[in-house]
């Protein structure tokens, strides 16, 4: 089993859990050897977890930091990613604070130079592991990340735990994969896997992307559409006829600005362009 790592993730997590203030009110920022080699120890051990017998691969976003060290050894300069322009109705991320933890371009360097890495080219590292997933042989390889998006993606998946969020898997994703509806406290949300969390995304959006998805249509609304469905066909054309009811003449362009935004990119055609979601002829 080969792991497909997100860097990204890692540099966050372990950046800002570098970061805290101690039982004297004083802030404390742990030094760079410590920080780096907590990054190395969780990598081995979720390599431990999905049980590796290959070498692993980080995948790492593309930044201006990153292009220039393409630029520097490979003598490539990286496309940004795709979702920047193609966002219309809202900024993508744009409600991201730019801030970073003080040992974030360290931890992306120590991973760009020790490790196996790949920087994204045109699109996201979630995008870039997608098409590595997707072009191996089956369960070969496990994508891990905590991010709920590359669920939806099929084949072995990991994500390990931090603070209160659970670890998942790993565990084999099928095709169509499975939504349910978690009630919290204060707020409900739509967990699941495979197509049928990417037909739920497409009815309620992705506030952590600033991606809008159907105007008001929440999470349980979402469920109410497709929770009964059986089949990928089935719940594409309920997603259909709710952007057909909700946005009328102009439901096209705006459902295929909200899929592409949404949909993990698993395919690259021979000449390396992305493949894009789209939505299917004769709908």
Avoid at 1 to 12: K, P, Q
Avoid at 83 to 107: C, M, Q, S, V
């Amino acid at each position: 089993m080969r792991c497909l790592i997100d860097g990204d993730i890692l540099a966050y997590e372990l950046g800002y859990g570098a970061e805290f203030t101690d039982e004297d009110s004083i802030d404390v920022i742990l030094p760079a050897e410590t920080v780096l080699d907590n990054v190395d120890q969780r990598i081995r051990e979720i390599e431990e977890e999905c049980w590796a017998d290959e070498a692993s691969v980080v995948y790492l976003t593309v930044s201006s930091w990153l292009v220039q060290e393409m630029e520097k050894t490979h003598f490539i300069t990286p496309e940004p990613n795709f979702r920047e322009a193609l966002a219309i109705t809202k900024p993508y991320k744009g409600t991201r604070k730019p801030d970073k933890p003080f040992h974030f371009y360290n931890i992306m360097q120590h991973l760009y130079y020790n490790y196996n890495s790949v920087v994204s080219d045109g699109c996201e590292a979630d995008d870039e592991m997608a098409i590595e997933q997707t072009a191996s042989e089956p369960l070969t390889t496990v994508i891990c990340s905590r991010d709920k998006d590359l669920r939806m993606v099929k084949g072995m998946a990991f994500g390990w735990q931090c603070g209160k969020q659970p670890q998942f898997g790993p565990v084999e994703v099928d095709e169509l994969g499975s939504i349910r509806l978690v009630v919290h406290p204060t707020y409900k949300e739509i967990k699941g896997e495979g197509l049928s969390f990417f037909y739920s995304q497409l009815l309620t959006g992705d506030a952590v992307d600033n991606i809008p998805g159907l105007p008001k249509c929440g999470p349980v609304k979402a469920m109410k559409i497709l929770g009964e469905l059986t089949t990928k066909e089935e719940m594409f054309s309920a997603v259909v006829e709710a952007y057909k009811e909700k946005m009328g003449e102009g439901w096209r362009d705006y459902l295929l600005e909200q899929g592409r935004l949404l949909w993990m990119i698993t395919e690259r055609d021979k000449e390396g362009n992305l493949i894009h979601w789209k939505i299917p002829d004769g709908t």
